[in-house]
């Protein structure tokens, strides 16, 4: 049983008027445990389209998502919201940490939301900030801390659940690239731990960090490679 699997997933916005938008068009494909993985398109491409798919934010119009064998298409919006919260961690662009709270305080907040005690969210908080190499700036607000340090704050609040799958959204995208390259080998240290990690980018650099590259094209899968087949294929080759 894979991790991920959708089956002939599409999502058409305006059906059947001349305005119709097929964002994703018969799209399949399988994720097991533990991979890295990245999602490569340019813009319109459909690769946030899938993201949200798969990350339960949205629903097909047409196929079928199965998330550990249960068929996540036919889930109610209670079960999705469930799935979200115990099973996915996000990291987007924008970093999405709430102002006025301190890193500690924003790294919680998936953790109230799931009902864990006040002290022991607290350690799991402070646990999550110490694995990006904050622990020093705990009560340190997002206004007091550079680019590359809000995005590993909102890691740490992504691993905060400890969830088997981590979506990064452009995560380097508001990044310099110093920022951005500290960014890439902390999820490639979680992917190393156990994580399976989905990377959406449209950057051709950023793909390189991942083991196998999904290149998606006006809503349709253009090629999936695995690294570990292509080095391995030229290895029987020499």
Not at 24 to 37: A, G, P
Not at 108 to 135: H, N
Request: proline residues 3%.
């Amino acid at each position: 049983m894979s991790l991920i699997e959708i089956r002939h997933i599409s999502k058409i916005y305006n059906e059947g008027h001349e305005s119709e938008v097929r964002a994703l068009d018969n799209v399949s494909m399988r994720i097991e445990n533990s991979e890295f993985v990245t999602i490569l398109g340019q813009s319109g491409s459909g690769k946030s389209t899938l993201m949200n798919i798969l990350g339960c934010l949205d629903i097909p119009t047409y196929g079928e998502y199965l998330l550990e064998g249960e068929h996540v298409s036919r889930m109610r919006l209670s079960k999705l919201s469930t799935i979200r919260n115990q099973k996915i961690g996000f990291i987007f662009q924008g970093f999405n940490l709430i102002p006025a709270l301190t890193a500690l305080e924003n790294v919680e907040l998936p953790l109230i939301y799931r009902g864990v005690k006040p002290s022991l969210r607290k350690e799991l908080a402070f646990e999550a900030l110490k694995s990006v190499d904050l622990a020093g700036r705990i009560n340190h607000r997002p206004t007091e801390m550079s680019g590359g340090q809000q995005q590993r704050v909102a890691i740490a609040r992504a691993i905060s659940t400890r969830p088997p799958i981590i979506m990064a959204d452009e995560p380097t995208g508001n990044l310099d690239s110093q920022s951005g390259h500290e960014i890439m080998e902390k999820l490639k240290d979680l992917n190393e731990a156990g994580t399976t990690v989905l990377l959406i980018t449209h950057d051709n650099k950023l793909a390189e960090y991942a083991k196998r590259v999904i290149t998606i094209s006006d809503g349709k899968i253009q090629s999936d490679i695995n690294k570990s087949d292509v080095y391995a294929g030229r290895g029987a080759e020499a």
